[in-house]
């Protein structure tokens, strides 16, 4: 079986798809739910968890690491999901939430503008300029939070396997799309594949774990339960954290074996 | 039955599955061969032809001449394109057929990674090195679209769909477009036959008169023919009537209209002589 991620924008289509999706697969449909059960988790307000997957980082926020806390948060949430596999999820940055998994399907559903404006008219009683503009500025700000987060831009394309245009073709026709490519052999869900989603969601496990207590600025890689965390401190200054590792390494099941790599550069898998 | 335009970031896997979609389908492959067609007729180099289809304008580029080859193959390929089931590929079909229904609009895309990794194995060079061209290769291929046709051509919204060969097979994308152009929303329709009928009107016209007028503008309605032009208030009626002479000879054209577009450039040249 497979995972599904669908980026959209507002009022794009993109949940009415993902649900049919999920509905037709007979996967789980997540989305908000993952918020709402790292707001659980990390006794961390939805509202807040909302604005960091959302707003792009502000200059302040750039010091204070708040977004980079509550996105490893929200990831360390969807990743344990995904270990579950069967999974349909739509909204912002699913396909660089679980980036490295190899049996992600990673989908954009785009829609035109005017469409969306209409939309956004009808369901939120607007003028049209005012629905317009607001779009606008949902897209700006949608866009600014990836660039500054991941360095990627949403709308593009060579980020997914498949971008659908709904205008000339229908949700119904999108969902007939996806259902077909999720089949391929290359979507499903080997024993590697799914070795690999669980030592992601170990990594974004250990790496909430320490963002709660305040670590930041740190990258965890896993593999078969070894994991490393990686640090630009040096030696001295990384004490500190080795010590928070020792009861995180008691605490996990999961984990094999722990290490610190202090004053060494982050490598591209991490998370 | 549907025509199918498909744009690729990558020239030999568009071909191949633009090739494919038509065997399939049992449609007609309209690809570059077309240039040849294209250059015997007007006496231009085939080798001219491809440059302004694959080459971004430099600073030495004579604007009008490639403005002028583009408007030869966009004619053509419109000209073709009035009958149905074709696959087209590697002409901007793309850039040129937007609005018309009963095309299915596809972007072929690949991985950059994927990409540079591909280019470095098939010319020898380092993947920094590789990299760097393909992200030069996308600026380009970006900035020849926006020059042309002031749009960006890796722009998604463009088109239908976008595929990805970075996971899926290109066997799947041929399945995939031979599928989708089945749907009932790509069949042609009154409208839509008679919207291409414009465009190819229009573009065999502008094709006649750009020798002449390189900043034309044409647009055509049912036979209709409007024309842009730039002009001198003394060239004025002389042009005009060149126009109505030019336009009017050629097959579909019933009524010819010349608006003009004041030179305002040379109208400053002129007086400050």
Known sequence: MAIITISRGSYSKGREVAEKVAQRMGYQVVSRDVLLEASEKFHISE????????????????????KYCYLAFIRAALTERAVKDDLVYHGLAGHLLLKGVPHVLKVRIIADLEARVAAEMK???LTQSQARSLLLKDDAERRKWTQSLYGADPWDASLYDLVIHINQLTVDDAVDFIVQAAGRECFKTTVEAQQKIQDLALACRVKASLAEDEC???????????????????DRRAHRLEEKLKPLAKGLPEINHLELRAGQPFPPEAC | MPLIIVSADDFKQGDE????????????????????????ENQVSEEELARALDEAPGLLTRRARRQRLLGLIEAACLNVLLDDSVVCFGLA?????????????VRIINEPEQRAEALAEAEGLSVDKARKQVMRQTKDERRWSEE????????????????????????????????TVGYRKFQPMTYSRKLMQDKALAAAVRRELMGQFPEIRVEANDGTVVVFIQSLKKDQRKKQELVRQIAGGLPGVRHVEVHIIRDLVGQAAQSSR
């Open chain 2, 148 to 179: 042309t046709y002031n749009l960006d051509q890796t722009d998604a919204s463009l088109y239908d769909m976008v595929i990805s060969l970075g996971t899926l097979e290109l066997d799947k994308a041929v399945e995939i477009i031979s599928d």
């Open chain 1, 216 to 234: 930041v600025d740190i990258a965890v890689t896993s593999e078969f339960g070894n994991v490393m965390v990686y640090t630009k401190q040096d």
């Open chain 1, 123 to 125: 369901r939120e009683n």
């Open chain 2, 93 to 105: 079909a793309h850039m040129y057929v937007r609005a018309v229904s009963h095309a299915l609009k």
């Open chain 1, 47 to 66: 509202v807040k968890l909302v604005r960091a997957i959302h707003d792009a980082p502000s200059v302040l926020e750039r010091f204070t690491h708040g």
């Open chain 2, 17 to 40: 599955i633009s090739q494919k979609v038509a065997g399939t389908l049992g449609y007609r492959y309209l690809g570059r061969d077309l240039l040849h067609y294209v250059a015997t």
